[in-house]
């Protein structure tokens, strides 16, 4: 008899991480690339001299408090908190270690783990954690043995075995914790029951409804130097103000604050990280973005106003003409974001699929910038997200991904059905 596999698929857990990372909200946690593929966490030693339980525990800690398994009375205990992370991202299909872009000998050590596209996690059946559970096995044999050759004695006799389908599919059981929208569809399981010639795929959903998330930032505001993020802001009011503040006019402001209803992002002096070259182009530049630039989130989208003396360019999803795009220093704002067209584009990948919409925009100071140039080759770059968009977009692809597990399930079925089986909780 095959043995039935398992796997989870903690899309809690994926949705959970995704937001930590763009919350910004954690030292050391940030995305590792561009695509945000990957993505880097603090893995400090807790028994370092120089351990921060507040700073390089903090995203172990808050792993803890979501799933309820924080220690009685809230002592400390950091070392737990990272065990039952790395757990959850090790056990998850959707989460992979990249070993060569991880940096544990150094002063502050990170592990880099890549999500996982759906296409690429497949159904993995018995076999992955045979070596884990051998044991068990083992152990179950001798009270399971008989049992199991009488069944099988008794199906030889009164029932005529139909022509396999497939080792993956005979009898399979996938555990699964998907999210889409307020709906939680967790623990299911897959089954292909053999009973006689008729072979069925039946589907048991345990259904939980979940609160809806705290408020989202209306802009995640990310400052970059040359590619390296230097600053990020969440922005939940309406209005953002991002501008150079020099020192020898005034005393600097912090690097952020708000002023009336309008927040103010003030652009930092180059770090030491970056070449002796750039730092001094950076340093040139700053002083012409004084005044800076002022967005506005609306219900008609992202506008944009340009004060600042010295040249900014700009790249969207919604731009009609080739680029480059100049933000003119005008008294008319820009639209850099069009959210009706957003939402017409989000409607037609939520009926036919295709690429998902894009939903961040990218400014550049002192230089042009092209919908085909390199951001990290620039300058000053200023990368604008949104939030609301972006949970938008993910929740359908949730759903897509989904219905794509359901029909390739459906496809194995000699029937071409598959019975769903929805008990709420």
Known sequence: MATPGRVRSTRRLRTWMVEQVNSGRYPGLMWDDSARTMFRIPWKHAGKQDF????????FKAWAVFKGKLSEGGR????????????????????????????????????????????????????????EKAGKRKRQRSHSDSEEENAIKKSKDEVVTPEPISMAVQQLEVEREITIGSVDVSESTVILKDEGPVNEIQLNFMIETIPPSGELPSLVISVLYVGQEVLRKEIFGKDVRVAYYSSLCSPRPPSSLVVGDVERIALPEPTSSLSPTHQQAISTLLPFMEKGVLLASTSGGIMAQRFSWGRVFWTGPHTTERGPHKLERTP???RLFNRQTFEQELNVFRSSGGDPPKCDVTLCFGEELTDTDDPASKLITIQISLPWATQQVQEIQSFRDTMTVLQNLASQSPLSEVTLNLVGI
């Open 52 to 59: 921060r339980s507040d700073e390089d525990a903090a995203i």
């Open 76 to 131: 400390s205990d950091p070392a737990s908190w990272k065990t039952r992370l790395r757990c959850a991202l090790n056990k998850s299909p959707e989460f992979c270690e990249v070993i060569e872009r991880s940096q544990l000998d150094i002063s502050e050590p990170y592990k880099v783990y890549r999500l996982v596209p759906l296409a690429e996690q497949g159904l993995v059946l018995a076999g992955k954690k045979d070596g």
């Open 332 to 334: 008319n704002p820009v």
